[in-house]
């Protein structure tokens, strides 16, 4: 919570031309946080099988360096209206132009939050955005509170009311709506499909694959990158369709989850200093 | 908000810099540049987009401010220079805690809007405070004063430039940019 309003606060301080240095700073401040070093290094272990421990623990210090940036840009376009420069990757008009509902699959890279409101801008579409709810219910009522200051456009709902909020999905698809799913990461409670991403097992969200499934609309892997300083790419890759083939549900949901892995693989191959994942993403993985 | 939309060369406007000298910079390579068209390139016309700019800048006021202060260190002044560098980006933090938490909100309610640009330039001065007690030295530090308070006249040179050429760069902007 301290950390939210110190951002907020910093924001409205911090000339522009000299944010970079405290960035950097406190990028350096956050190697000191063992976890979450040590977690990112054991995922590059993984992302990158062949290299070295030591190499991964100045990557460690790159990626929490473009996680201090985009939380930063975050937090200026929230506050000051100050917009990233964007380029939009691979076939955007497809799901710009999709008619009715549809899922967005992302994962935890670039500036999600920034993404989704510049696509409200630019498509004109009402989008839902479901992520898993702050622990703490002050930070939570930090978070709501600044979200009123945002485009009407971008909905926001939590993943941990699991049935309520498969309803409200499936009643915002059929509205049209877009609903925006981070697909890399499971949050307790919550239905798994197993997959193994970069060699390794690991369990990724069933809920975005079902929902497709059960509104019968395609799911499209959306990813926002960060390419430097105040500049993004939204990166569509093609669309994943989740049919039902055979009498095995699962095995059905399992092959559309195949598809988006080796999607979420090449990107996070190529930009693995933007995914923002501080835990291993697997249990196989050093702890 | 105006959006350069599918010309790469949009990144040479002026107004997507903060600083004289790097404006006048954008707009004679603007002047110079040939279309690039970039489908699904968007860019934002607001100051501070550019990273040259932003990088560069940021590293000229800290490894200047570093040398200024590290003639002050009880080390070897290569060591010191070394020790300088965390120290300036630490330090110079604290002018912005202090105005932004203390002395802003004494002077006007409506403060947050201003703290940014007060702050830069209470660093600045803090910075060409630093540079004048070294600039009648002839040593390192003195050196870095000389180019610190080039660089400033510089600057001012190119805003009077600029000023002159305000007309011929407000048509090339409106011609590349759009409201969105």
Sequence with gaps: ?287 | MRFVRNRAEGRWLPSRHHFALFRLAAYLRLRAAKPEPQPGLMLAVTRDQSMGENYGFAIWFLLSNAAFLAPYLPLPLPLAFVVAVPLVALLLQFPCFLMGAVVMPLLTRNFLRNNQRMNMTVLLVISTTLAASHVRQLSFAGVVAWQFFGLIVLNAVAAVILFLLRDDIERLEQALSSAV
């Excluded at chain 1, 200051?149 to 909905?155: A, F, M, S, T, Y």
């Design chain 1, 1 to 287: 919570m301290f950390w939210r309003h110190f951002l907020r606060w910093a924001v409205f301080n911090v000339p522009i031309p000299l944010e970079s240095i405290i960035l950097a700073f406190w990028s350096g401040l956050f190697m000191f946080w063992h976890s979450g070093r040590r977690g990112i290094m054991a995922n590059l272990s993984a992302v990158l099988p062949h290299s070295w421990a030591i190499t991964n623990f100045f990557r460690a210090y790159r990626v929490f360096w473009n996680f201090a940036c985009t939380l930063n840009d975050n937090a200026r376009f929230k506050d000051l209206r100050i917009v990233p420069d964007w380029e939009f990757v691979g076939d955007f008009d497809a799901l710009q132009g999709h008619p009715g509902g549809a899922v967005m699959l992302t994962a935890h890279m670039g500036s999600y939050d920034l993404g989704a409101h510049l696509f409200t801008e630019i498509a004109g579409r009402q989008l839902v955005m479901v992520r898993a709810p702050e622990s703490d219910p002050r930070t939570r009522e930090f978070e709501e509170s600044h979200r009123g200051q945002l485009r009407e456009g971008v909905k926001v709902g939590f993943s941990t009311r699991a049935s309520d909020l498969a309803l409200d999905l499936l009643h915002a698809i059929d509205s049209g709506e877009l609903v925006a799913i981070q697909g890399d990461r499971v949050t307790p409670g919550i239905a798994t499909i197993p997959a193994t991403m970069f060699g390794v097992r690991t369990a990724i969200p069933a809920g975005p694959f079902a929902l497709a499934m059960a509104a019968r609309v395609p799911i499209f892997p959306l990813f926002i990158v960060r390419r430097g300083h105040r500049r993004y790419q939204l990166v569509t890759a093609p669309a994943i369709m989740v049919v039902r083939r055979s009498r095995n549900r699962d095995a059905d949901l399992a092959a559309a989850a195949e598809d988006w892995v080796r999607q979420l693989e090449d990107v996070i191959r190529g930009s693995w200093h933007q995914w923002f994942a501080f835990e291993p993403f697997s249990e196989e993985l050093p702890r």
